[in-house]
């Protein structure tokens, strides 16, 4: 169910770690069970990378439909029980999978988790209540008692705030908590009763100190309060969130808990995104060999019919389309864009706005730009291996994987400088040859055209072009790194030297 992993060797891992905490590791998706976005790719490679620390971690993640019918046959029944959630009782079915030697558990129950993965509106705060709940009371079920409980983003960030209110003297209550922030936009915000009612809260967490944010329950803040840790995707976006402008209102408890904020910056996943091993392009290559790169390029132009020249510079994109992911500063220079020797790929679904404007991009480009509002993982290989420029003027980007799976394809970013993208991305300059991409600072569609013409004028320039590619495809960008800087994290809250 998935690679081989290489583990460390148990002298290294003593050498490394010579006592290890235990870690349950919860989200609401994790790849490559289910996904719907980068939450679900940085909770199973972080996971992976853990175990072939030796970590002991096992994963709890809900059986949704799309998990179901393709791992139905996979998994062994552990326990079935109920819980409580307001005056309701509701079944919990755990059902566990040995993922390459890690165990994961599986919280089913058809009226939650049968259906879509998140369901949207009060409905959706009812799923991720019930599987908040259900973490907490599972642990002592099956025999697993963590020193760590790590929850991921609104929909499991209630935990420490049950945890610490309501076991105390439990054996769940033993645990240090960890909240990982993917991204601050999605908060989880219901109205105080119906929170209340879900969870057995009492009134006294109505408070701003506690849970209430303008007038209702919010439950990322409630993480956030409670949790011993805090951690967000890059170091840049934890000093970000600190500020009112981009702390998307909870800027003012985050500076509260400033001491226990860290950013560290994910990786990818460097076998799923190998060009000399990628099953979804037609010439692999290396940084050794970049030969196959233009042939990809090549084969890309034909496949899509773009209408430029094998030696015209391509932009790709594969984004959410989405104001957050700066796609208006595309669309306001986008005419002025196409005047320039260059071709446009965009690949993504979102918002109608510009999912219509990009259906219309060949039409406006004279065949120089194509827009595909779908999603095929694939095609998104092709577009990575077949580009020579990435394309990611991102509002805000807590870190983002795109830039680095281009980086890691040899294909040369250009983004605002801001998140995990500031941190990924150094900016090229061509006097002394340092960087590996492009980056603008302003939220500003011109200073964004500006940059790219910068990033043309280099890509002409074939020797430049060769080291920068070089210089992009030869980074360690693999979770490795950040696995390390999780595990003494860790260490370093229960007190291991």
Request: glycine share 8%.
């Amino acid at each position: 169910m998935s690679r081989q992993q290489t583990p460390l060797n148990s002298a290294d891992k003593a050498k490394e770690f010579p006592r290890l905490p235990s870690i349950l590791m919860a989200a609401a998706e994790c790849a490559p069970f289910a996904k719907t976005g980068g939450l679900a790719d940085v909770v199973g490679t972080l996971s992976r990378e853990l175990k072939s620390l030796g970590f002991d971690i096992r994963l709890m993640v809900p059986f949704h439909r799309v998990i179901k019918d393709k791992y139905r046959d996979a998994v062994q029944h552990v326990i079935s029980f109920s819980v409580d959630l307001g005056w309701r009782s509701q079944y919990v079915g755990i059902e566990l999978l040995d993922w390459d030697g890690l165990p994961v558990y599986f919280i089913d129950n058809e009226y939650y988790f049968g259906h879509a993965i998140y369901r949207g509106g009060s409905f959706e705060g009812e799923q991720y209540a019930y599987f908040s709940r259900v973490i907490l009371e599972a642990l002592p079920l099956i025999g697993f008692e963590p020193d760590i409980i790590h929850v991921n983003d609104w929909h499991t960030a209630m935990v420490p705030m049950l945890q610490k209110t309501q076991y105390g003297g439990k054996p769940q209550s033993r645990a240090k908590t960890v909240l990982s922030i993917h991204s601050l936009g999605y908060q989880g915000r219901f109205d105080f009763n119906f929170a209340a009612d879900l969870l057995s809260i009492e009134g006294k967490y109505y408070s701003p100190e506690y849970l209430e944010y303008y007038g209702g329950a919010n439950f990322m803040k409630g993480g956030i309060v409670f949790a011993d840790r805090i951690v967000t995707v890059s170091p840049t976006y934890a000093e970000e969130i600190c500020t009112p402008q981009f702390g998307e209102g909870l800027d003012g408890v985050l500076r509260t808990r400033r001491d226990d904020l860290i950013g560290i910056l994910n990786g990818i996943d460097t076998e799923a995104y190998n060009p000399a091993a990628d099953e979804y392009i037609s010439h692999p290559y290396s940084a050794d060999d970049l030969s196959g790169k233009q042939r990809d390029k090549e084969a890309l132009i034909k496949e899509l019919g773009i209408r430029i020249k094998p030696d015209t510079p391509l932009i790709g994109m594969v984004s959410r389309l989405t104001r957050q992911k700066g796609l208006d500063l595309l669309l306001t220079v986008f005419d002025e864009l196409m005047k320039e020797d260059v071709g446009l790929v965009l690949l993504g679904t979102g918002e109608t706005e510009y999912e219509e404007f990009f259906r219309s991009a060949a039409f406006r480009s004279d065949g120089r730009a194509k827009g595909l509002t779908l999603f095929d993982e694939a095609l998104a290989h092709r577009i990575y291996a077949g580009s020579d420029l990435f394309l990611m003027p991102s509002r805000y980007e807590p870190c983002g994987l795109a830039q680095m799976i281009a980086l890691r394809y040899g294909t040369l970013p250009i983004v605002r400088a801001t998140g995990g993208l500031k941190d990924t991305v150094m900016p090229y300059n061509e006097y002394t040859g340092e960087g590996n991409g492009f980056s603008f600072d302003n939220y500003d569609a011109h200073d964004m055209l500006n940059t790219i013409r910068y990033a043309l004028k280099i890509c002409r320039d074939a020797e430049r072009l060769y080291a920068l590619r070089r210089r992009a495809m030869t980074q360690d960008l693999s979770f490795r790194k950040s696995a390390e800087k999780y595990a003494a994290l860790y260490r370093d809250m229960v007190g291991i030297e």
